[in-house]
Nanobody, 126 residues
Framework: QLQLVESGGGLVEPGGSLRLSCAAS????????VGWFRQAPGKEREGVSC????????NYADSVKGRFTISRDNAKNTVYLQMNSLKPEDTAVYYC???????????????????WGQGTQVTVSS
């Protein structure tokens, strides 16, 4: 059974940092591209950052370039999202998703992805 579990969310002041983790189980993790997506209240889910199966190709939304870094450790079946210089507009529920055909170049959410996590709340506020 494919399963993804996010962790690491929380409340942080503007300018602060958080590191999200996405732990996978039940499938051949190193064959799947993984993406981080977020959804703020009243808004559609959007792509934040994606990484290919080996970790050699990444993509970022313009709004997070230079502030967020995606990485993966296939030995630990985990993908990370390091978020620095956080802004109030980064407030959202963050989800990870995995699929062999997830397009890193476009990094758009798709409900047909093989697995979605349950989400972790990130709140940036003073």
């Amino acid at each position: 059974q494919l399963q993804l579990v996010e962790s690491g969310g929380g409340l942080v002041e503007p300018g602060g940092s958080l590191r999200l983790s996405c732990a996978a189980s039940g499938f051949t993790f190193d064959s799947y591209a993984v993406g981080w997506f977020r959804q703020a209240p009243g808004k559609e889910r959007e792509g934040v950052s994606c990484i290919n199966s080996s970790g050699g190709v990444t993509n970022y939304a313009d709004s997070v370039k230079g502030r967020f870094t995606i990485s993966r450790d296939n030995a630990k079946n985990t993908v990370y999202l390091q978020m620095n210089s956080l802004k109030p507009e980064d407030t959202a529920v963050y989800y990870c998703a995995a699929d062999p055909w997830l397009a890193v170049s476009t990094c758009q959410p798709d409900p047909r992805f093989a697995s979605w996590g349950q989400g972790t709340q990130v709140t940036v506020s003073s």
